[in-house]
């Protein structure tokens, strides 16, 4: 592995991390807020959102990442993941 390989892998992995702690904060700070203030159920309800929407994101950057160093296979492989996910989303809503 090259320099650039470990800058992706950094670049995905801190995209994770953040996602992960932001998520765990809004849903720690909701829930200690629903002990004080009717609000606090729409910052875990945020809290949530932002744990689910974090792999999407993951995806997203994996697939600039991939064009960005003109390797289209798997930016399609990652775009087509990214199509499955969004249309499991579309089809849970109607459902």
């Known amino acids: 592995m090259n320099r650039q390989d470990f800058a992706v892998d950094r670049v995905l992995s801190h995209t994770l991390k953040f996602g992960a702690y932001t998520a765990f904060m809004l849903t720690v700070a909701g829930l200690a807020l629903q002990l004080v203030a ?14 689910l929407a974090t792999p999407v994101l993951r995806i997203i950057a994996a697939c600039l990442q991939f064009l960005h160093e003109r390797d289209f296979k798997y930016a399609l492989v990652a775009f087509g ?9 579309v089809l849970g809503i109607q459902a």
Do not use: M, R
């Open 38 to 51: 009717p609000w606090g159920v729409k910052v875990t309800t945020v809290g949530l959102l932002v744990l």
């Open 81 to 89: 993941v990214l199509a499955i996910v969004a249309l499991a989303y």
